[in-house]
């Protein structure tokens, strides 16, 4: 690969396609193992593959990158960290991980394993890349969302590598912050187990939360101006066929620098569309044209593509060796890789029948099992002298396995693992969300219920102020966002704010700058006591744990902790307007837009300033009757002031809630 250019990194969901992607011409493939990774219903890889993989790879001179990047439970961390030990032995070159109490634990207990932040992570601005750079990551997958514009800013500002999607599959939801699935359905996609249900119809027929796959072949240009690191095509779940076809063409571009040709784009869209592409995100361009869904002729022309036959591709290497008397035998095998000799056994002084220059070259070519195709060998060697087929192959087998192995690192390893026992929370924090100004109860005793309220840095200005007001931040602040962001937090400061309830690591320092005790929200996706520890530990005042917990899981977790006890969970966070498709204009604004599903159940939407769509849960968690210990939280998100109140006065008597609700989990 050309260090002018970006990094092509390849999906791979089984041994085939691993294969299909070197093929292509891959730089990089990624892949998961049997657990822990992103893509449950992928055939996955075995411990056993992972070895062959990760030696393949190194052979011809591909990384290796492992998907570590679903939320972990306290039970699974021993797990991971041996899962982590194997694959640093194994050769693999770096973890794709999402879990910052996961992460901290890998990166303290094998600090020679790089660690890559998943787009699970939700980062998306050079604030969060200087996070995970502080904290050992050598590389962060940025947003699907992401602009040009803001590319081109995060990769100047980054201190670490930046990656980017450029083909395959959009979740119309920014990555690691999807619940509905998990929610609605019962199989958690931040746990690797999406049901998919933004691909459904609605009750109209139509689909609303289903966007055409992403293809930045006719942007290649642009992406190359960028300085992004690495170039990722989507597709653990798709085959052999599809893995070759897509890399090679994009191989092809990267190395003429070009965008793609009609016949080009016409041959990506036969391996696999959904009514075509789009590049909405990249160029700004965030429209219905978006939309779409996989199509019969799309189906139709996949199964035309001539299938993917195996790894023909060989890698060129010289060979030279040596032969003379009373010396060792050598060969040297040199090539990209760099250059490695092996030693043999010494000649002997023929009899009869010496060994002469064209069967010892004959032997020397012998490459046939493995990645390499040796050039024309250089060979030194004496007249009369002898050395057996054998002795002549085991040491070119030698030195071809010591070049294929070149590039392993030194391996530091520790499985020592005890969990913390920490004490239970004493935390009796009572905090809540409100999402419009407008809908504060004016009655004290709703500030009295509360030690603080967090109101969305937009609707700050719009309240009157009272001195358990704080902010919240937006769930997504991208580069070009962050000006009007910090003048605003700087406002609310001068105004009397004092705490604010933020849900990224990249946007802690921003707040923590303003001047506000920063709490941490629910979309930091915490499921175990390292990953609190962690928060807690690098800047945040407390955190609200994850809603996908169980009962169990969240009572195991101690220390300045909360749980959602009321509230419509937001299922999706979308750049991706939802009320235009299932609504209007005028209903947005007023609060009144919602997705109806095939089933007829009705989904709220609201407006997150500027421009994002909350897509909520149809019924509002409830936890009046069972009680978590520790500290709560109250997320009202369309309940008007009224109804806040109605909602207190059930909750402080035990009461259930007038209307339908879901609880939260006993076991999982």
Same mark, same amino acid.
Do not use: W
């Given at each position: 690969?050309?260090?002018?250019?970006?990094?092509?990194?390849?999906?791979?969901?089984?041994?085939?396609?691993?294969?299909? $992607?070197?093929?292509?011409?891959?730089?990089?493939?990624?892949?998961?193992?049997?657990?822990?990774?992103?893509?449950?219903?992928?055939?996955?890889? !075995?411990?056993?593959?992972?070895?062959?993989?990760?030696?393949?790879?190194?052979?011809?001179?591909?990384?290796?990158?492992?998907?570590?990047?679903?939320?972990?439970?306290?039970?699974?961390?021993?797990?991971?960290?041996?899962?982590?030990?194997?694959?640093?032995? $194994?050769? /693999?070159?770096?973890?794709?991980?999402?879990?910052?109490?996961?992460?901290?634990?890998?990166?303290?207990? +094998?600090?020679?394993?790089?660690?890559?932040?998943?787009?699970?992570?939700?980062?998306?601005?050079?604030?969060?890349?200087?996070?995970?750079?502080?904290?050992?990551?050598?590389?962060? /997958?940025?947003?699907?969302?992401?602009?040009?514009?803001?590319?081109?800013?995060?990769?100047?500002?980054?201190?670490?590598?930046?990656?980017?999607?450029?083909?395959?599959?959009?979740?119309?939801?920014?990555?690691? @912050?999807?619940?509905?699935?998990?929610?609605?359905?019962?199989?958690?996609?931040?746990?690797?187990?999406?049901?998919?249900?933004?691909?459904?119809?609605?009750?109209?027929?139509?689909?609303?939360?289903?966007?055409?796959?992403?293809?930045?072949?006719?942007?290649?240009?642009?992406?190359?101006?960028?300085?992004?690191?690495?170039?990722?095509?989507?597709?653990?779940?798709?085959?052999?066929?599809?893995?070759?076809?897509? !890399?090679?063409?994009?191989?092809?571009?990267?190395?003429?620098?070009?965008?793609?040709?009609?016949?080009?784009?016409?041959?990506?869209?036969?391996?696999?569309?959904?009514?075509?592409?789009?590049?909405?995100?990249?160029?700004?361009?965030?429209?219905?044209?978006?939309?779409?869904?996989?199509?019969?002729?799309?189906?139709?022309?996949?199964?035309?593509?001539?299938?993917?036959?195996?790894?023909?591709?060989?890698?060129?290497?010289?060979?030279?060796?040596?032969?003379?008397?009373?010396?060792?035998?050598?060969?040297?095998?040199?090539? $990209?890789?760099?250059?490695?000799?092996?030693?043999?056994?010494?000649?002997?002084?023929?009899?009869?029948?010496?060994?002469?220059?064209?069967?010892?070259?004959?032997?020397?070519?012998?490459?046939?099992?493995?990645?390499?195709?040796?050039?024309?060998?250089?060979?030194?060697?004496?007249?009369?002298?002898?050395?057996?087929?054998?002795?002549?192959?085991? !040491?070119?087998?030698?030195?071809?396995?010591?070049? $294929?192995?070149?590039?392993?690192?030194?391996?530091?390893?520790?499985?020592?693992?005890?969990?913390? @026992?920490?004490?239970?929370?004493?935390?009796?924090?009572?905090?809540?969300?409100?999402?419009?100004?407008?809908?504060?109860? !004016?009655?004290?005793?709703?500030?009295?219920?509360?030690?603080?309220?967090?109101?969305?840095?937009?609707?700050?200005?719009?309240?009157?102020?009272?001195?358990?007001?704080?902010?919240?931040?937006?769930?997504?602040?991208?580069?070009?966002?962050?000006?009007?962001?910090?003048?605003?937090?700087?406002?609310?400061?001068?105004?009397?704010?004092?705490?604010?309830?933020?849900?990224?690591?990249?946007?802690?320092?921003?707040?923590?700058?303003?001047?506000?005790?920063?709490?941490?929200?629910?979309?930091?996706?915490?499921?175990?006591?390292?990953?609190?520890?962690?928060?807690?530990?690098?800047?945040?005042?407390?955190? +609200?744990?994850?809603?996908?917990?169980?009962?169990?899981?969240?009572?195991?977790?101690?220390?300045?902790?909360?749980?959602? /006890?009321?509230?419509?969970?937001?299922?999706?966070?979308?750049?991706?307007?939802?009320?235009?498709?299932?609504?209007?204009?005028?209903?947005?604004?007023?609060?009144?837009?919602?997705?109806?599903?095939?089933?007829?159940?009705?989904?709220?939407?609201?407006?997150?300033?500027?421009?994002?769509?909350?897509?909520?849960?149809?019924?509002?968690?409830?936890?009046?009757?069972?009680?978590?210990?520790?500290?709560?939280?109250?997320?009202?998100?369309?309940?008007?002031?009224?109804?806040?109140?109605?909602?207190?006065?059930?909750?402080?008597?035990?009461?259930?809630?007038?209307?339908?609700?879901?609880?939260?989990?006993?076991?999982?």
């Amino acid at each position: 690969m050309s260090r002018s250019l970006p990094e092509l990194l390849a999906p791979a969901g089984s041994m085939e396609a691993l294969c299909a $992607a070197v093929d292509a011409g891959a730089d990089a493939v990624y892949f998961g193992g049997e657990n822990f990774g992103a893509r449950a219903y992928a055939k996955n890889f !075995t411990r056993e593959e992972i070895v062959e993989a990760a030696a393949l790879c190194r052979a011809y001179g591909v990384r290796s990158y492992v998907t570590l990047n679903t939320l972990i439970f306290d039970r699974e961390m021993r797990e991971v960290l041996q899962t982590a030990a194997f694959l640093e032995n $194994a050769g /693999v070159d770096a973890l794709i991980i999402a879990d910052m109490g996961a992460a901290h634990l890998i990166s303290e207990k +094998i600090p020679t394993m790089q660690l890559h932040a998943s787009t699970q992570f939700s980062g998306h601005n050079a604030d969060a890349a200087a996070f995970l750079a502080a904290h050992g990551f050598t590389r962060m /997958v940025t947003a699907r969302e992401t602009s040009y514009p803001d590319l081109k800013a995060l990769c100047a500002a980054s201190p670490i590598e930046i990656e980017a999607f450029i083909h395959g599959a959009l979740c119309v939801c920014h990555s690691g @912050q999807c619940l509905f699935s998990s929610v609605v359905g019962g199989r958690s996609g931040n746990r690797g187990m999406c049901a998919q249900p933004c691909r459904l119809p609605d009750a109209e027929g139509n689909y609303p939360l289903s966007l055409k796959d992403l293809s930045m072949a006719g942007r290649m240009d642009k992406l190359l101006d960028c300085g992004v690191a690495s170039l990722k095509i989507e597709g653990r779940m798709k085959s052999p066929t599809y893995v070759h076809g897509v !890399t090679s063409i994009y191989r092809r571009l990267l190395d003429e620098r070009r965008n793609a040709d009609p016949d080009e784009t016409a041959r990506l869209a036969e391996l696999f569309s959904r009514s075509g592409f789009t590049t909405g995100y990249f160029d700004g361009k965030i429209t219905s044209a978006m939309l779409g869904v996989r199509r019969q002729e799309d189906k139709d022309a996949a199964h035309a593509a001539a299938p993917f036959t195996g790894l023909c591709k060989k890698v060129p290497v010289s060979v030279s060796a040596t032969l003379k008397a009373d010396t060792p035998f050598t060969v040297t095998v040199s090539g $990209a890789k760099g250059s490695v000799t092996a030693t043999g056994d010494i000649p002997e002084v023929a009899v009869r029948a010496p060994l002469d220059r064209a069967a010892l070259e004959k032997n020397l070519l012998k490459f046939g099992g493995t990645a390499y195709t040796p050039l024309p060998p250089q060979i030194d060697m004496d007249e009369g002298l002898i050395l057996r087929n054998a002795q002549i192959n085991a !040491t070119r087998r030698a030195a071809t396995d010591a070049y $294929a192995a070149l590039g392993e690192r030194e391996h530091t390893v520790s499985t020592d693992y005890t969990p913390v @026992q920490r004490a239970k929370t004493d935390e009796n924090e009572r905090t809540a969300v409100v999402f419009r100004a407008g809908n504060l109860p !004016t009655d004290a005793a709703f500030y009295d219920a509360f030690d603080v309220v967090f109101l969305p840095l937009s609707e700050y200005p719009k309240a009157t102020f009272h001195k358990k007001l704080g902010v919240l931040l937006p769930s997504v602040i991208f580069e070009s966002e962050k000006e009007k962001i910090s003048a605003d937090l700087a406002a609310a400061y001068a105004r009397g704010a004092r705490a604010a309830l933020c849900g990224n690591f990249g946007h802690l320092a921003m707040a923590r700058a303003a001047g506000f005790a920063v709490h941490g929200d629910f979309r930091l996706n915490i499921t175990n006591q390292l990953a609190a520890d962690f928060a807690l530990a690098n800047g945040f005042e407390s955190v +609200i744990l994850s809603p996908e917990l169980t009962y169990p899981r969240l009572a195991a977790i101690g220390g300045r902790v909360r749980a959602i /006890v009321y509230g419509r969970l937001p299922l999706m966070l979308l750049e991706k307007c939802v009320a235009k498709e299932t609504s209007s204009c005028a209903a947005c604004a007023e609060d009144r837009a919602e997705l109806c599903d095939r089933r007829n159940v009705r989904f709220p939407i609201l407006r997150e300033a500027p421009h994002r769509s909350l897509l909520l849960n149809s019924v509002p968690t409830y936890a009046a009757d069972r009680m978590p210990r520790g500290g709560v939280h109250f997320l009202f998100t369309i309940e008007r002031a009224d109804e806040i109140m109605r909602v207190l006065d059930a909750y402080a008597h035990g009461a259930p809630p007038a209307s339908d609700f879901r609880r939260i989990k006993d076991r999982d």
